[in-house]
């Protein structure tokens, strides 16, 4: 007998709910099932998959892939490790800050990143997935250990003051050099230093051992080689799985608290040294300058007294030149008023001989009656008396001849031409007896 859904309306709203489950579950097992046969794979990642009967495979290309109710595991290419200990950082693998400890046993905190590549070849990513199952497994037990051993490796070699003071660079060197090729066997080898007397008054038995009074130990950190100069490392585990290395660094090393209260000691001391160095160049410029002030003094003084001397000798030379010359014109005078003297004595002498001559010639002259001056004075006394004689002769003749010798024109006194012709012979006769009296005076004189 068929119900009447009239008579109960709430049976057709269960019927129709229940078929809309059923459809929703035969959606939700049509997809699971589609998700349990297809899925994808990123660009970024590889893909192990493990088949419901235990077979491997691996996928490497983006995009999907027919799973087949398999079991993926998902590895990244790169895998990053970051040890910054910085929160809301996006890597495969993040840690804390790595410690280590320096060659001198302080602690350090480092600070940095590592990236790895993963191999793509099948083999390679089976043995990765056989021992280690899965990406995180492969992280922590394999590639943070690795991290952290190359860390630690590289702070060994160096002491605190070291890094600071330069090593940094180094250490994230070595670091990423041990992570790729695997961590350097090490000796510590320790050298002896002698110690200063100072430093040596300086040093307490009690604290820094007797036996070390003389001299001062430091560690150092050599690395072994072999008979060909190559360094020996440890067996390096990334190469067992075909794993590189892309980049390795460490960024910072925080140090613990003690070593950054002795380092700001130290750099304190190194300023302060580097102040006190300063003044000390300071103080010897200033005494290099006030030595060259007083040398520049002394030389300009010096100088001065030099000059002076000069110019001292100079007018003592030019005095000096002056008096000779002085006296040379002095000598030069008396000798030229000696000369005169003795010309005028020599001329005096020869005047006094020629009058003596004269004299001489004088007195002989008259011893022989030839003195020239006894003759002129007798024909001058002649030369008178005929003078005297004419004109008396002319004051006694008539002013008018009686008798003319001669023609003329009337113009002409024939008297007067007779006297001027008895004057004319008369002078003739006195010159021409002048004339004998100056030869005649001449050769007395000779």
């Not at 007798?378 to 008018?400: C, D, G, P, T």
């Amino acid at each position: 007998m068929v119900e009447n859904p009239l008579k109960n309306p709430g049976s057709g709203v269960r019927k129709f709910i229940s078929k809309i489950i059923i459809f929703g579950i035969g959606c939700l097992a049509v997809i699971f099932l589609l998700f349990q046969v297809v899925d994808s794979n990123d660009a970024d990642s590889t893909i192990v998959l493990q088949s419901a009967t235990g077979n491997l495979s691996v996928i490497t290309e983006p995009g999907p892939y027919l799973r087949f109710f398999g079991k993926p595991y998902v590895y990244k290419k790169v895998i990053a490790v970051n040890f910054t200990g910085e929160s809301g950082v996006t890597a495969a693998s993040v840690l804390d800050k790595i410690k280590v400890r320096f060659l001198d046993t302080s602690i350090g905190e480092a600070k940095g990143v590592a990236r790895f590549r993963l191999p793509t070849g099948e083999q390679d990513m089976f043995k990765i997935h056989r021992e280690f199952g899965s990406q995180g497994s492969l992280a922590s037990n394999l590639l943070e250990r690795m991290v952290k051993e190359s860390a630690k490796a590289s702070a060994r070699t160096m002491s605190v003051e070291e890094h600071y003071s330069g090593g940094a660079g180094q250490m994230s060197l070595d670091f990423d050099d041990q992570l790729r090729s695997g961590i350097f066997v090490v000796d510590q080898v320790t050298e002896y230093l002698p110690v200063s007397p100072g430093e040596k008054q300086d040093r307490d038995p009690d604290i820094h051992g007797r036996e070390t009074l003389d001299r001062r130990q430091r560690v150092l950190v050599v690395k072994r080689k072999d008979n060909k100069g190559i360094y020996i490392r440890t067996k390096n585990s990334l190469a067992d799985y075909n794993i590189s290395v892309i980049s390795a660094s460490i960024e910072e090393v925080d140090y613990e608290q003690r070593v950054d209260a002795r380092l700001a000691a130290q750099k304190q001391a190194a300023a302060d040294e580097a102040l006190a160095r300063q003044n000390l160049k300071k103080a010897q410029q200033e005494a290099k300058t006030a030595k060259a002030l007083g040398e520049k003094a002394i030389a300009e003084a010096r100088a001065a007294s030099e000059r002076e001397k000069l110019q001292a000798e100079i007018q003592a030379e030019k005095e000096k030149a002056v008096a000779e010359i002085n006296a040379r014109r002095e000598v030069e005078v008396a000798r030229q008023k000696n000369l005169k003297q003795e010309q005028t004595l020599e001329l005096q002498k020869k005047e006094a001989d020629g009058l003596m001559v004269m004299a001489q010639a004088r007195a002989k002259a008259a011893e022989n009656a030839l003195d020239p001056q006894i003759v002129f004075e007798k024909k001058l006394q002649a030369w008178k008396e005929v003078e005297i004689a004419k004109y008396q002769y002319m004051s006694r003749a008539r002013l008018v001849p009686t008798v003319q010798m001669g023609q003329g024109n009337g113009q002409q006194n024939n008297a007067m031409t007779m006297l001027e012709l008895l004057g004319a012979k008369a002078a003739m006769d006195l010159g021409m007896e002048f004339q004998d009296i100056g030869s005649g005076k001449k050769a007395g004189q000779q």
